[in-house]
């Protein structure tokens, strides 16, 4: 990467800029810039006129990460742009709006969603949403299918593909979802006490889940099916009575879709182990297991209604080749559930579900917990086929 | 794309530039420049001292198509030299070196390898070459495994998949090799008369066949595993009793290394059948066996050589791993031969080996042949270990 002078915007700057590029405010006397982000990464501020209520979120990416110093492409920035708008396409509504990007200064501005809260703050407190597993199912059944090569031009794809190359955020991924959980060649995994031998024969050394796991590896890496948001955690899902709005695309590329969905099915089973074993809540446990039963099945349903409805060439509607073409994602998807799962356990970017536990006991049980779900959903993947399968294995783990 | 200007040159145009941009006669008075391309895309010319007899070749590609005057993407005359200086340094002396590359007149200026004969007009004429089958599997083992992401550096894969994106040429195949065989949706196949019954049947309403051809064209358009010719039947590849060299890598891009490999399999059965069925040479045909046996056989060897001497990284070097990645690309590999053989047949980029046959009984034979081989290797690549399981196929058909 060429190394590029810093653009960062001070709050005033930031007002100003508003004021001079941007129509949205009637009246421009009363704007306050407060700093929102609490991210790692980015520089996140609202924008908000004091007297109307009225407001804007500003986020700025910059060449050098918020939190280490270390470099990161910039570019990043008009993925995420680029995705989002995207995305508000396809599922109008289930991102935050872009109004204005910025690509020379890497600024984008957006709805303001802060009527939304954190999907994973949201779980932990036992909060519960009955349009949830219908939002998120329709989220990826709606943005998946419609930008594979099955749906746009092969022509057109091909071109999305070489836009949204994004190999410096892949690589993370790639690092610290598919790889140094199994091999800890960056020394950067952080393990509960007294779970280091049974990580060490689970994990490191255990040569079929290795094998599993560099197919999934293999199928990131180089099958360029369709735009995928690259980091759909709960923390990238915002949520409230009317719906949810999903954040963050800056791992966007083309990629297989089974690693979006396994990361939304996968991230549920944080809620659902932290209250069984911490909590011990059977209510919130039972209606977690619902929400996760039925996101499940009506992510597969979803999308074999967008496969329906979207493919029209008649050579590819072949109702073998669906089922083929389905079933494969279906099962990724179980087989991306169970990396994300273990890497949040074992790597050094942890959820709060489980870093917060801080009885030792406890977070033993509940590491343990997760890790041998992950291995089973990623060894069992091509024997799963709906919501229920899952919550067995679960039950018989737990 | 974006029309631009012919920056066709002349003969004299050529030697001018030649001279004025090139160190490489000695003497400049003695040049004459003489068209040998014969293709119907683009221009090819050999400029000669006549004196000293040292040549090179120059080839130009237009934004024009030579035979249509349709419109062709120019980028694949940057591609074709880009791969060719690549595929020099993997394979040394495998194809023609490039002097010279100017990019902004489409131009490139490599070795003259008229000591070399079109492979496909030597076995057509019954002539034999030791090397071959070392050859071919060398090309093949050294040009693929290096240019994955199990090799170099996931970054620099991205960036070589991003710089060979190559989404015209690709639709030519996609539709010519993956689609139309089987879907015949632009009316192009020219299918022998008396076989319209059976290529409506065995190739148009076969759901099974389109089924796993579905999976195959998939792969074709979103697995991005490695640089590929893109076009290796027997008309890119020259011969004599040194070697071979490869020509005309302009459909070149990252794309499974399966379609490569299944390419110079599936091309050897067009001298096969046509010995067999129309010369009935026993020895010839018993000695092309023999090649195909071998060709298949050492590919595979070096294809696992080629593994084992490239991947260095320890979590990659999982035994269970290597042969699961090495059983795809051989399966994948049968697959496509498969679609090669149907698609010169029935399509309308017929072989010469196909389309030379004018007794009508003896080509509908010859037709029937290949198509049922072809459609054996599709529907049975995964059963296919080996070279003598092929000729036991071709064998049972023939």
Redesign the interface.
Known sequence: MEKEASKLMTKMEMIHYIIENFDFFENKENLICEEIGDGNINYVFRVKDINSKKSLVVKQADVLLRSSGRPLDIYRSKIEAEVLKLENVLSPGSVPEVFHYDEEKSLIIMEDISDYKNLRTELLNGKTYNHLSDSLADFLGKTLIPMT?LVIS??E???N??KF????L??IT?DLVL?EP??N?KNRNIISEGLEDYVNESLYEN??L??EV??LK?KY?????TLIHGDLHLGSIFVNENGIKVIDPEFGFYGPMAYDIGNVWGNLFFPLAHHLVVKGDENYVSSLKNLITETIDKTIKMLEISFDENVKN???M????KE??LKEIISDSFGYSGTEIIRRVVGDSKVIEVSSVEDSKQRKNLDKLLIDMGIKLILNRELLNQGQDVIEVFESLA
């Not at 890496?221 to 099916?225: D, E, L, P, T, V």
Request: hydrophobic share 15%.
């Open positions: 090569d092969r022509e794809k091909k071109k593909a070489k190359t994004n190999p410096e892949c690589d790639e790889t199994y091999y060649y040569d079929g290795h094998l560099l197919k293999d890496q180089n099958y360029s099916q008649k050579f590819l072949n109702q073998e080749f083929y073409y």
